[in-house]
């Protein structure tokens, strides 16, 4: 089949990883023919391009700031995205049937490129939807629900809805998000189709190394490492992260390690370099292959979401933690089923966001657990990932479909 995949996560060669390379790797290892659009960002100073990989085939189209920009940035490129998409696949793919079309949210404003290539190659369409937007907006209090701009978004949303075949969702949450919240769909059309890679073999890097590492970045060797990685935005409830750390400020048994950039990295570096802590490293975003090396040396993975969402969000930063047999420690809001998944399968511990006294037990209880339990903790995760985030089962899933 000709696969035709619509991202705003950068994707020019299959040999990196990530959920969405992994999974259209899937797709091309079944020797289907991949067609990726995704954007090459303004701030990059690169043209549009296109480049060929084994089966897969890359179109970058320029576009304006979409990830990790102001709030006005990312509304006009989100309103400005498909066009430019449409014009370089028109340009680029003309000789091209497509047989599927797989998109992703964000963003939700698809409708008619997808309509697009739906009537003029009679294709499947199938949405994979990461991001529950405007409604996740409203929540921040990045937008009214009374706004011209809110109405606007949520038509968009229903159409893209209307239009997809099937919607593949995170969790059982969000499946029943979508449901209660668009009475209009058919339960048929909607499934469970979790965030998902290519497992590789994982083998535990030794004391030694570990030792090597942690004195590269000045983490101690002796303390109970706790991490967290990924995006520092407002969706994350950076807040409540720096109220972790400085109620466990003066913790001398334990270290905590924050890597990544955002919208509120400031907001925390302000916080790291006023207050001091002694037990806390901040490191803005670091080559990956790094990342990897550091995150396999820490002890347990932190998760982080704002108290304010009534949507299920399911970070992908979950399955990068699991995947190095770490147990995780979730901060979430009552709405999704991550926290509850992650402890009903064993592997870790889940409290509400802005809950400070179950934050810091849950900490306390980390790192007073004994070997034997932590270490059923670690094989739990493996486990965990095993059963359900294979790029393989995502990749059936659609299949199927």
Not at 113 to 124: G, P, R
Not at 128 to 151: C, G, R, T
Not at 181 to 199: D, F, M, R, T
Not at 351 to 359: E, N, P, R
């Amino acid at each position: 089949m000709n696969i035709l995949f619509l991202t705003l996560a950068k994707i020019n060669t299959l040999q990196e990883r990530g959920i969405y390379h992994d999974l259209m790797r899937e797709f091309s290892d079944h020797q289907h023919h991949v067609y990726i659009v995704s954007p090459v960002e303004r701030r990059e100073n690169q043209s549009t391009t296109v480049r060929k990989e084994g089966n897969a085939v890359f179109l970058n189209v320029k576009t304006l700031n979409i990830q990790k920009t102001n709030f006005i940035e990312k509304g006009i490129s989100t309103l400005t995205i498909e066009k430019l998409f449409l014009k370089a696949i028109k340009k680029n793919f003309s000789d091209v049937k497509f047989d599927l079309v797989i998109y992703s949210t964000p963003p939700i404003t698809f409708t008619s490129l997808v309509k697009y290539i739906k009537n003029k190659d009679h294709a499947k369409t199938y949405l994979l939807l990461k991001d529950i937007f405007p409604q996740n907006a409203v929540d921040m209090k990045l937008m009214s629900d009374k706004s011209v701009l809110y109405k606007y978004f949520l038509k968009k949303e229903k159409e893209l809805y209307a239009i997809s075949d099937k919607i593949g969702c995170m969790s059982r949450a969000n499946v029943k998000f979508v449901l209660d919240h668009n009475p209009g769909i058919s339960p048929e059309k909607v499934e469970i189709n979790a965030n998902s890679i290519q497992l590789q073999p994982f083998k535990s890097p030794s004391d030694e190394q570990k030792n090597t590492v942690r004195t590269k970045y000045g983490i101690p060797t002796d303390k109970k490492i706790f991490i967290y990685g990924g995006n520092l935005g407002k969706p994350q409830g950076i807040d409540f992260l720096i109220e972790t750390l400085k109620a466990k400020a003066e913790d001398d048994r334990t270290f905590f390690v924050v890597v990544g950039s955002g919208t509120e990295y400031d907001k925390i570096k302000d916080w790291f370099d006023s207050f001091k802590p002694k037990n806390a490293l901040l490191l803005s975003a670091v080559p990956k292959a790094d990342y990897d090396l550091l995150v396999q040396t820490c002890d347990v993975g932190l998760i982080f979401l704002h108290k304010d969402f009534t949507i299920p969000n399911y970070p992908s930063r979950l399955l990068s933690y699991l995947e190095y047999k770490m147990p995780v420690l979730a901060a979430t809001d009552p709405n999704t089923d991550i926290g509850t998944d992650i402890v009903e399968n064993g592997c870790g511990l889940a409290v509400y966001s802005g809950d400070l006294k179950a934050m810091t037990n849950a900490v306390d209880a980390f790192i007073s657990m004994d070997g034997t339990e932590f270490e059923a903790m670690r094989q739990n995760s493996w486990k965990f990932l095993e059963r359900e985030f294979q790029a393989k089962k995502s990749y059936h899933t659609i299949i199927e479909s």
